[in-house]
């Protein structure tokens, strides 16, 4: 048996077992995950120091006097805009700076964005509460966020959205960070309409708590908020923590589960693609190296002295570029909506492979044989990426050039059976749709008209 590891990343994967409500909600899209800064930028492995101390420290250094370290967060926030002139303003200044040192390092955001990624390739995982300011959750989990009663009103429009309880960096006049602001947002969620949903969502979801520390002032507020009125009917939440002091913990109204956040969804995912309920993410992976391979060959082909020569002597190779531009196309879109995830919902390609093998044939049937290959491209470039899913072993690098039904791994082959098994219609098609282009390099875009 493997010694657990115990570098400065794995250390807290600690084992548990996971309960068995958490997987069944998550496949039933009631899975919510309450955020704190633990899971972001406040861990220490993306930072030794926390903002808290950082505020605290600065502000000894100009009051040259020791500050209590047992003040709350908020107290001190406040004292710090007291402290300085201009306070309010510098405050903001400083969580900005802090987010902007951490995303101008790659090594520092990949570590502060670990938990967000994980979360990402859970498509399952449609609503997030959080009180961090970041924008991770939008730019990683492809999350909307829900601020004020305005957004609230449309918190179900979009497919993932992120209540940010705290405000955001984003929107500046939004954060909470004083003792003062504090109240504001607690009356807010006690009888706004944004508390309302929050309730709502508490009571009828299963809720998995992540990223806050033992004692934690306001995760004890905010329980009593959005618990308020259930009474004995209040729901049981998860708290996943790396805090031992949880297990002593008296609040029934908190399980804890002792492991890191980030692991803690890591296996939950793992346990779902066991099961086959969820594919990969390693499709991701896949895709973008294919792709990389792919447009290096399909620059290749332009870049060749005698491509000139060959697409007016072969102007069915115009073929072959439809097909190659709708294949780059199709791995470019998966690796892109890496953040929304739903490439890996089983059952995601097969109804789409279908759809662009009719377009394909509707496009045929019509003599639009540019478009038709486009069509054939896009769906092959699907095909690859369920073959991947299926069976990683099974995928294999794709030939790139194809001739009615035939598929070619070099153009010198194509050019060859074309020669001896010329389709007069085809070569008609695609002589005049060169002719038109001057010299021009053609490129085929991903519209559908």
């Not at 805009?81 to 951490?102: A, Q, S, V, Y």
């Not at 089983?346 to 492979?353: D, H, L, S, V």
């Amino acid at each position: 048996m493997n010694e657990p590891c115990e570098c400065m990343i794995c250390k807290n994967n600690e084992n548990f077992d996971m309960p068995e409500e958490i997987v069944e909600s998550v496949l039933k899209n009631n899975l919510v995950l309450f955020c704190g800064a633990g899971i972001s930028t406040e861990s220490k492995s993306v930072y030794p120091e926390s903002f808290y101390t950082n505020v605290l420290r600065e502000i000894e250094y100009k009051t040259n006097k020791k500050v209590d370290l047992d003040t709350s967060f908020s107290r001190l926030m406040s004292l710090y805009i007291d402290t300085f002139p201009n306070g309010r303003r510098k405050l903001l200044n400083k969580i900005k700076e802090k987010f902007d040192f951490i995303d101008s390092f790659p090594q520092l955001l990949n570590t502060a964005t670990s938990f967000h990624r994980e979360v990402a390739a859970n498509p399952f995982i449609e609503t997030i509460i959080t009180t961090n300011w970041d924008t991770y959750f939008e730019d990683y989990c492809d999350c909307t966020p829900v601020i004020n009663d305005t957004d609230a009103t449309l918190w179900n429009v979009f497919k993932k959205r992120v209540f940010k309880i705290h405000g955001s960096i984003n929107n500046v006049g939004s954060i909470v960070a004083t003792e003062k602001d504090y109240q504001e947002s607690y009356s807010r969620l006690s009888k706004d309409l944004i508390g309302d949903r929050l309730k709502t969502i508490l009571a009828s979801n299963t809720v998995v708590f992540i990223g806050f520390s033992f004692g934690d002032e306001d995760l004890n507020r905010l329980l009593d908020i959005l618990s308020e009125k259930m009474g004995d009917f209040s729901n049981q939440f998860y708290l996943v923590t790396i805090d031992e002091k949880w297990k002593e913990n008296a609040d029934s109204r908190l399980i804890p589960i002792i492991t890191d956040g980030t692991y803690f969804i890591h296996q939950l995912n793992n346990i779902l693609i066991a099961e086959g309920r969820l594919v990969s993410s390693d499709i991701y992976d896949y895709a973008e190296e294919l792709l990389h391979f792919i447009k290096k060959e399909h620059i290749k082909l332009f870049e060749s002295n005698t491509y000139r020569d060959e697409i007016k002597d072969f102007p069915e190779l115009l073929l072959s570029i439809a097909y190659q531009d709708a294949f780059i196309h199709a791995l470019e879109r998966c690796v892109t909506h890496r953040s929304n995830g739903e490439y890996l919902i089983p059952g995601y390609f097969e109804p789409r492979i279908q759809s662009y093998e009719s377009y394909y044939e509707k496009r045929i049937s019509e003599e639009n044989y540019d478009q038709a290959f486009y069509n054939l491209g896009y769906c092959d470039g699907l095909l690859s990426l369920l073959l991947f899913a299926n069976n990683p072993e099974e995928a294999e690098i794709p030939a790139l050039f194809i001739y009615e039904e035939n598929y070619f791994e070099a153009k010198d082959d194509l050019f060859k059976y074309i020669s001896e098994n010329r389709n007069k219609k085809h070569f008609e098609y695609c002589s005049e749709k060169v002719q038109n282009m001057n010299d021009v390099v053609p490129h085929f875009m991903p519209w559908f008209i």
